[in-house]
Structures are given as structure tokens and as C-alpha cells.
T-cell receptor, first 115, second 108 residues
Framework: KAGVTQTPRYLIKTRGQQVTLSCSPI?????VSWYQQTPGQGLQFLFEYFSETQRNKGNFPGRFSGRQFSNSRSEMNVSTLELGDSALYLC??????????????FGEGSRLTVL | GQQLNQSPQSMFIQEGEDVSMNCTSS?????WLWYKQDPGEGPVLLIA?????ELTSNGRLTAQFGITRKDSFLNISASIPSDVGIYFCSCPGNQFYFGTGTSLTVIP
């Protein structure tokens, strides 16, 4: 079974720009969740999508948004980038999401640097 | 915000030593999960705990789900260089909560 695929792996943007990151979940998984990882902060939950609907949302400003397509692929977008948005963005998939007590399957992440 | 308090934040140990890390929460959770993240990779599940008081082993790893359902620990025995990485505790609730991570360095 192919794993979770995230693209791009690395990208550099400047302040004020916007960025779109993509995540393809494991085949058959309907839940995709996104996380921001920065040193010392661990993994901060951004949002979860299940069957094209946002089911849960973390405490991030409205500049962070996402969507999920009918094939379960998901994108997240960050508008008006700030220096503090530099981070590793991870997505993870599961079959049923937070209502499942099983494991998350993570991609390798997209490392965003904002200059 | 963050609900899982994980400690220690980092550890530097000699190869062969045992390691212990723990997570505590102000809320009750019904599941505790422990993940490991290798450099440049996404986290991978090590151990899952579903019952208060449960003690589970996976090779050199042992984890316990606290009886109060507000804490868990992970032990690694006889550490080896490939144990290097960041270890996270996690609990699913309204969202997936994660601890801040324990960075482990093993000195050969």
C-alpha cells in the first residue's frame, strides 16, 4: 500500500505570499489532518477533513485554510505568509479520523521557509 | 491549545542505557499513543494503549496507560543508536493532541 504523499517537500516563500500544500492519503483513508511542527512546539493541530467536510479545527488564524476533494486528497493554503509560518507541515490520514482510536499515518512533510 | 505535557524535553544517553519519558494531561483520555519521528520523516506509531492500567511491550519498548487515564510513560531498554529521534505522546479527542516531544540522542 502506498503511503501518505506530500508535495512539495521543500519550498521557500517571501512574506506576504501565499502557499498551497498537497497531501494524498493512503488509498481508502477518508480522513486527512494537518499539523504544523516547529522546534519546541511539537505538533500543532491545524484541521481535519473527512469526506470533503472540515470536521475539526485547531487554534490557527483564518490565513490557514484547507479543503478535501472527492478522492480524499487534501490541500492546505496559507495566505499572507509571515516569518513565523516557517515550519514543517505534516499531514496524516486514517480511515475514520478522531472517531477512530487507531493510528495516524503521516507523510514526510512539506518544509516551508518564509524569508 | 496544547493539553499534553511531555518530559523530558531532551535526553542525551550512552548506548546501552535505559530511557524513560512520560506525558501528563489535565483531561481524561481513553487512548494513549506513542510515536517516533526519525530525522526528515513523519512520525510513526510505536505503541497504542486503550485501557487504563494497561502495560504493553513492543520489543525493547514498554508503555503504560496510567490508571487515572491522565498520564502515560514510555520506557526504552538497552538503547541503540537507531533509537535517535523525537518521541511524541498523543491522544485522540476532539482533535489529535500531541505532546511537545522528547528528543533522544544516543551516544555510541
Amino acid at each position: 500500500k502506498a503511503g501518505v504523499t506530500q508535495t512539495p517537500r521543500y519550498l521557500i516563500k517571501t512574506r506576504g505570499q501565499q502557499v498551497t500544500l498537497s497531501c494524498s492519503p493512503i488509498s481508502g483513508h477518508r480522513s486527512v489532518s494537518w499539523y504544523q511542527q516547529t522546534p519546541g512546539q511539537g505538533l500543532q493541530f491545524l484541521f481535519e477533513y473527512f469526506s470533503e467536510t472540515q470536521r475539526n479545527k485547531g487554534n490557527f488564524p483564518g490565513r490557514f485554510s484547507g479543503r478535501q476533494f472527492s478522492n480524499s486528497r487534501s490541500e492546505m493554503n496559507v495566505s499572507t505568509l509571515e516569518l513565523g509560518d516557517s515550519a514543517l507541515y505534516l499531514c496524516a490520514s486514517t480511515n475514520t479520523g478522531t472517531r477512530n482510536t487507531g493510528e495516524l499515518f503521516f507523510g514526510e512533510g512539506s518544509r516551508l521557509t518564509v524569508l | 491549545g496544547q493539553q499534553l505535557n511531555q518530559s523530558p524535553q531532551s535526553m542525551f544517553i550512552q548506548e546501552g542505557e535505559d530511557v524513560s519519558m512520560n506525558c501528563t494531561s489535565s483531561s481524561i483520555f481513553n487512548t494513549w499513543l506513542w510515536y517516533k519521528q526519525d530525522p526528515g520523516e513523519g512520525p510513526v506509531l510505536l505503541i497504542a494503549l486503550y485501557k487504563a492500567g494497561e502495560l504493553t511491550s513492543n520489543g525493547r519498548l514498554t508503555a503504560q496507560f496510567g490508571i487515572t487515564r491522565k498520564d502515560s510513560f514510555l520506557n526504552i531498554s538497552a538503547s541503540i543508536p537507531s533509537d535517535v529521534g523525537i518521541y511524541f505522546c498523543s491522544c485522540p479527542g476532539n482533535q489529535f493532541y500531541f505532546g511537545t516531544g522528547t528528543s533522544l540522542t544516543v551516544i555510541p
